[in-house]
Structure formats: C-alpha cells, structure tokens
C-alpha cells in the first residue's frame, strides 16, 4: 500500500512537533467551502500497523465532498432563514402595508396593512381582496388587477378608496408587482395611506377655486356697480342741476316732482348697497336668524303696501294678488329673513312680469311650516340659467335691459338656508315662475302675540 505522503503521516514526527500522541497514523483530506478551503475531513490510525493509502485518499475525499456540500446547504439554509427572518422584520415594522393577493384573497397581510384598515389579518385574509375598497372604486381596481396578471401593461401606482371598519373613508395609493407565491402566481401589493396628502390637494383646489369664484365675484360687482349705480347718480346730477338753475322759475308741483326723482334714486342705490351688504353677512356667516311671533299675513300685506309705494311705475302695471293666512294666526319667524325672502321675490316677479300680468303671493300654514308661493307670467327662466340662478351676480340671458343686480335671488337663497328651509322653482321661457319656499315655522302660543 501506497501512502499519500501530503494527507499521511507517522505518529513520531507529530510527537516531535506535538508532543506524545496516542493515533499511530493520520490521514487528512481538506474541504472546499463555497470555493475556499473550509476545513480538513480527518482519519485517525491507533493500531502501529494501519498505513492509509491512495484508496484511503479517494475514499475520504468523497466523503469529504459530500461532508462540504452538506456544509454548504445548511449554511444557505441558515443564511437564507436569517435573511428571511431580517425581510419580515422589515415588512412588519414598515409604514407601507403590504399584501400578496392570491386567487382573489389576501394571503399575506403585514400589521401596517392592518392599521390602515382597521381589520385584523385574520379578518382580512377571510374576505375577498375587494372586500374593504369603496364600492364605487371596485370595478376599476378588479380590472386593473386582472390587467396584470394577464401580463398587460398597468399603470405603475394609482389611487382608490377604502372603508375602515370604522366607516371612515380613506384614499390609498397602490403599486404592484407579480410574484411566486407558493409555486403559484400572486400579486404584491404596496399600499400607502394618502388621504392626508389627497386632502390638502383638495383643500388648495378649493382654496384656488374660492380665489378664482372671489375675483369673478369683484369683477362681476364692478361692472353691476358701474352699470347699476349710473342711472340713479345721472337722475341725481340732472335732477340737481335742473334745481340749481331754474328753482326760482319752477312751479311747485315741477319741484316736488324733481325733487320725487332724486329721492327715488336715492332709494334704489340704498336699496342695492343694502343686498350687497347682506350678502356680504352671510358670505361672513353673520346672518342671524332670531324668530319671533309674527302676524305673518299683516306682516305680508305691509310689504306689498311697501313695494306699491317703492315700485310705483311697475306695480301700476300689473294685477296683484295674495291668498294669505288669517290675519291673527301668527307664526315663530324671522321677520328679517322674510322680508328678505318675500320682498326679493316679489321685486323680481313684478320687475319682469308685462303690462296685465298677475303677480300672486300665497302664504300656505303646515304643521311646524309655512309654504311661500310667488307666481308671475313673466318672461321665465330658460333651464340653462337655473342652476346658476342663485348664484350671486347670475342674471338669466334673457332678461334683456330691464335693470338688477343679481343679487335678490342669493340673498332670498341665504335667507332661506338660515331659516332652516328650503326653495325650489317651475319655470317655463315665456309663460313664467313659481318659487316655492317652505320654512320651519311653528305657530305661535295664543298668549305670546301681542
């Protein structure tokens, strides 16, 4: 027998180096380790006749071999559960839910997922993956998924709503990925809470929309005000100058009537400053609304005496007529609001109604409400204004020369809303409007009207 002088040796020449050893013969072969010399697979001889030879060398280098790559696996599968073990820490302490969804479920769940949701992992993972989005949302979440398992391109991250198991609502942003799940294929989900982020964007659309509705708003006032307040200051400056120039030649019913107009003129420019500063209040949130017991039917007919007197030329044109409540029935209002309210309304249904048409206030009394009817036969309202038509400053295309400020209808909306009611409108180009409001407005005790 043969003995491989580099892996064999004699017990002596380690008893030199080593001192007394008890092996007679020593046989070692070296394992390699992922490429590098990882160790030495040793046998040891106790018997002064045991020489190893090549056959020894061969038969413990395959053992060797063998020995290394069960090293080698065992170190893969340690690093591998290490790494394992560093990855899931990593996926559960993350801010970022993450999900895998496998055959429409949710088969992995990380707690960040859980915390944006509101449901626990078991609760999620026994419903359908769909199971916590809006249901608005749903169609177009299930398409995009269906998109990229089949391979098709999806856009990389996009947004959609869930419910929380609160009922709050919330806007997350979703990016995906194909994997192996199982030996099967799955999809990987990172989601991320945007209703914050989504939030602010909002906010500052508004924000920029409010900006750009307040400028429109000046702009629109300028050229009401410019426009409105010029008949008026002209029937001053002429009426003035008239007075200046001829008062000592003028007769007395000459002079009162002058004198007539400029009041008038007056009044209608304290008239329009008056439903800009409403607006303005409300706009403020400083319109109040403090009821009262009202006689609402005398409280009525004063503002019809009222408007005679202040829309002399114009009501002399038209038919009016009421369909009110007992005059001693009284009601818990606000007689402000509803002066706003009646008054705007009748101001308008008079202004644009023609020569012979009827004008009709109705005051109906509901348990707990009052239903107020204004009808004219005026020029209508096409159906392409109406929606704007309480807007501040809207005037209808159709209302030609005659003379507003579009500020009537939104003080009568205003109004409306802080007196807890609300108004609706039938109107037909060329036949005419009903405006229907309808107040919280219980009757008064007997013993609290005066």
Same mark, same amino acid.
């Given at each position: 027998?043969?003995?491989?002088?580099?892996?064999?040796?004699?017990?002596?020449?380690?008893?030199?180096?080593?001192?007394?050893?008890?092996?007679?013969?020593?046989?070692?072969?070296?394992?390699?380790?992922?490429?590098?010399?990882?160790?030495?697979?040793?046998?040891?001889?106790?018997?002064?006749? *045991?020489?190893?030879?090549?056959?020894?060398?061969?038969?413990?280098?395959?053992?060797?071999?063998?020995?290394?790559?069960?090293?080698?696996?065992?170190?893969?599968?340690?690093?591998?559960?290490?790494?394992?073990?560093?990855?899931?820490? *990593?996926?559960?302490?993350?801010?970022?839910?993450?999900?895998?969804? /496998?055959?429409?479920?949710?088969?992995?769940?990380?707690?960040?997922? %859980? #915390?944006?949701?509101?449901?626990?992992?078991?609760?999620?993972?026994?419903?359908?993956?769909?199971?916590?989005?809006?249901?608005?949302?749903?169609?177009?979440?299930?398409?995009?998924?269906?998109?990229?398992? !089949?391979?098709?391109?999806?856009?990389?991250?996009?947004?959609?709503?869930?419910?929380?198991?609160?009922?709050?609502?919330?806007?997350?942003?979703?990016?995906?990925?194909?994997?192996?799940?199982?030996?099967?294929?799955?999809?990987?989900?990172?989601?991320?809470?945007?209703?914050?982020?989504?939030?602010?964007?909002?906010?500052?659309?508004?924000?920029?929309?409010?900006?750009?509705?307040?400028?429109?708003?000046?702009?629109?006032?300028?050229?009401?005000?410019?426009?409105?307040?010029?008949?008026?200051?002209?029937?001053?400056?002429?009426?003035?100058?008239?007075? +200046?120039?001829?008062?000592?030649?003028?007769?007395?019913?000459?002079? !009162?009537?002058?004198?007539?107009?400029?009041?008038?003129? *007056?009044? #209608?420019?304290?008239?329009?400053?008056?439903?800009?500063?409403?607006?303005?209040?409300?706009?403020?949130?400083?319109?109040?609304?403090?009821?009262?017991?009202?006689?609402?039917?005398?409280?009525?007919?004063?503002?019809?005496? %009222?408007?005679?007197?202040?829309?002399?030329?114009?009501?002399?044109?038209?038919?009016?007529? +009421?369909?009110?409540?007992?005059?001693?029935?009284?009601?818990?209002?606000?007689?402000?609001?509803?002066?706003?309210?009646?008054?705007?309304?009748?101001?308008?249904?008079?202004?644009?109604?023609?020569?012979?048409?009827?004008?009709?206030?109705?005051?109906?009394?509901?348990?707990?409400?009052?239903?107020?009817?204004?009808?004219?036969?005026?020029?209508?309202?096409?159906?392409?204004? /109406?929606?704007?038509?309480?807007?501040?400053?809207?005037?209808?295309?159709?209302?030609?020369?005659?003379?507003?400020?579009?500020?009537?209808?939104?003080?009568?909306?205003?109004?409306?809303?802080?007196?807890?009611?609300?108004?609706?409108?039938?109107?037909?180009?060329?036949?005419?409007?009903?405006?229907?409001? *309808?107040?919280?407005?219980?009757?008064?005790?007997? %013993?609290?009207?005066?």
């Amino acid at each position: 027998m043969r003995t491989a002088s580099w892996s064999c040796a004699k017990a002596d020449l380690w008893a030199d180096a080593t001192g007394d050893l008890t092996f007679s013969s020593w046989l070692g072969v070296p394992m390699q380790i992922r490429g590098r010399m990882g160790g030495v697979l040793v046998v040891q001889g106790y018997t002064p006749d *045991v020489i190893y030879d090549e056959d020894d060398v061969n038969i413990l280098g395959f053992f060797a071999n063998h020995v290394s790559a069960a090293i080698e696996r065992y170190q893969a599968i340690e690093e591998l559960r290490k790494s394992e073990a560093r990855y899931r820490s *990593v996926i559960e302490n993350v801010g970022v839910g993450v999900v895998v969804v /496998q055959d429409g479920r949710m088969v992995f769940v990380n707690p960040s997922m %859980e #915390r944006i949701v509101g449901h626990s992992t078991q609760a999620l993972m026994a419903m359908p993956f769909t199971g916590t989005i809006h249901p608005d949302d749903v169609p177009a979440v299930v398409e995009r998924h269906q998109r990229r398992l !089949r391979g098709e391109p999806v856009e990389e991250m996009y947004s959609f709503r869930i419910i929380t198991d609160k009922g709050e609502v919330r806007t997350l942003d979703l990016s995906a990925v194909l994997l192996q799940w199982g030996h099967r294929d799955a999809t990987l989900l990172f989601v991320v809470d945007a209703t914050a982020r989504v939030e602010a964007e909002q906010n500052q659309k508004r924000a920029l929309q409010q900006q750009i509705e307040l400028n429109d708003l000046k702009s629109r006032f300028i050229t009401m005000a410019s426009h409105e307040f010029r008949t008026p200051l002209a029937t001053i400056h002429g009426s003035v100058d008239l007075l +200046m120039h001829y008062d000592d030649r003028m007769p007395v019913d000459k002079k !009162r009537l002058t004198l007539l107009k400029i009041d008038d003129a *007056v009044e #209608r420019m304290t008239h329009m400053l008056e439903n800009v500063l409403v607006i303005g209040r409300s706009d403020a949130g400083r319109l109040q609304f403090k009821p009262q017991p009202s006689q609402v039917a005398v409280f009525c007919k004063s503002l019809v005496d %009222e408007l005679r007197s202040a829309m002399a030329e114009p009501f002399r044109r038209i038919q009016m007529a +009421m369909d009110l409540p007992r005059d001693t029935d009284a009601y818990l209002v606000d007689e402000v609001l509803i002066r706003n309210i009646v008054g705007n309304l009748l101001s308008n249904a008079i202004k644009y109604s023609p020569h012979g048409g009827q004008v009709t206030l109705r005051v109906r009394p509901r348990p707990g409400e009052l239903v107020i009817t204004v009808s004219d036969q005026g020029i209508g309202i096409p159906l392409a204004d /109406q929606p704007q038509l309480f807007e501040s400053f809207h005037r209808a295309s159709n209302v030609g020369n005659i003379s507003g400020t579009g500020l009537g209808l939104a003080i009568v909306r205003d109004a409306v809303q802080c007196h807890g009611g609300s108004i609706s409108l039938q109107s037909t180009p060329g036949e005419g409007s009903t405006f229907t409001v *309808v107040l919280t407005a219980p009757a008064a005790p007997k %013993e609290s009207v005066p």
